[in-house]
């Protein structure tokens, strides 16, 4: 098979809170991921010499690096410190001409607010669970 590869962006990421619109945050997102995580309980060897497996859960979160917005009300920090512990949808395209999107639902906690060093960018790392499996698939039609 030949090498095949994606750039990172452009792209997109789109939160929506319960019974609320979908808000575009591309622009405040410097890095961005959906990692999954595995757990696997031990195998049980059984009486006869066979062995059960043990089962295996997988979860998902979402985590990245975002700019922190404190000037606009309607940013992702203030967005974040509102909703925090509330379950609400996520779109995110890692690359639009890729045409793959990940869907799901993630519980919001808020970002932390301030920066290291004087005079730099402040952003914040952040992870969030996923509820549920996300999915991936096709870009929804613009």
Known sequence: MPVNTTKFG??????????????????????????WSKSKDDDVRMLCGDVKPGA???TAQLTGTVDQDLTDPAGLVVFTWDNYGVVCGFEFTPNTEAGVTVTGDVVVDPLDVGGDTGGDDMTSDFTWDCVGEPSLGPAAAA
């Open 10 to 35: 452009p792209g997109t990421l789109t939160l929506t809170p319960p019974a609320g619109v979908a808000v575009d945050y591309s622009c405040q997102v410097e890095g961005l991921t959906v990692t």
């Open 56 to 58: 295996t859960t997988y």
